[in-house]
T-cell receptor, first 114, second 118 residues
Framework: AAGVIQSPRHLIKEKRETATLKCYPI?????VYWYQQGPGQDPQFLIS???????DKGSIPDRFSAQQFSDYHSELNMSSLELGDSALYFC?????????????FGPGTRLTVL | AQTVTQSQPEMSVQEAETVTLSCTYD???????LFWYKQPPSRQMILVIR??????QNATENRFSVNFQKAAKSFSLKISDSQLGDTAMYFC???????????????FGTGTLLAVQP
């Protein structure tokens, strides 16, 4: 069965650089969630999209922006990277019309900021 | 705001034995779900079990079962016949349900690192 795809899987950046993380949800999934998991931390909700519109926003820094495209994939853009942005970034998706509690997680993108 | 608390940072259990992981949460909502997620060394988030708040019957998935005490806001996970592959970080999570929308974000606890010893 198809799963959530995240790319790249690993990313190394320098401070003050920019990074773009991509998420490809499972086919026929119209909702995407982004979570950030710092080292030794629990995942924290960043932002979500439903039908290409932002549906909720969590503790996402102003330096970060995200969007969902017409094919439902989503991109998380991170600028002026800081050491504290080093984390595992998860994307999860939910099926259109599916159970409200359902979220399928991708494998994550590990971002390291040097 | 909802909070999820896991008071056991680490636990250890012998293979084939039973272990219980604790979780408490705080909410004023009536419609919500509770989850246990497993995160092995690969860091993949794997759903273990889910419980709907309006259901009194405790959820069970093979060797995994929960003890859901709604009044006490407690949601513990019992793992029976522990296996080496159960070694992982376990996160308890809460989700408030919004009908008609998609803002059903997960709120996680700080996790319990479970080590299954041979």
């Amino acid at each position: 069965a198809a799963g959530v795809i995240q790319s790249p899987r690993h990313l190394i950046k320098e401070k003050r650089e920019t990074a773009t993380l991509k998420c490809y949800p499972i086919p026929r999934h119209d909702t995407v969630y982004w979570y950030q998991q710092g080292p030794g931390q629990d995942p924290q909700f960043l932002i979500s999209f439903y039908e290409k519109m932002q549906s909720d926003k969590g503790s996402i820094p102003d330096r970060f922006s995200a969007q969902q495209f017409s094919d439902y994939h989503s991109e998380l853009n991170m600028s002026s990277l800081e050491l504290g942005d080093s984390a595992l970034y998860f994307c999860a998706s939910r099926r259109a019309g599916g159970p409200l509690d359902e979220q399928f997680f991708g494998p994550g993108t590990r971002l390291t900021v040097l | 705001a909802q909070t999820v608390t896991q008071s056991q940072p680490e636990m250890s259990v012998q293979e084939a034995e039973t272990v219980t992981l604790s979780c408490t949460y705080d909410t004023s909502e009536n419609n919500y779900y509770l989850f246990w997620y497993k995160q092995p060394p690969s860091r993949q988030m794997i759903l273990v079990i889910r419980q709907e708040a309006y259901k009194q019957q405790n959820a069970t998935e093979n060797r995994f079962s929960v003890n859901f005490q709604k009044a006490a806001k407690s949601f513990s996970l019992k793992i029976s016949d522990s296996q080496l592959g159960d070694t992982a970080m376990y996160f308890c999570a809460f989700m408030k349900l919004y009908y008609g929308g998609a803002t059903n974000k997960l709120i996680f606890g700080t996790g319990t690192l479970l080590a299954v010893q041979p």
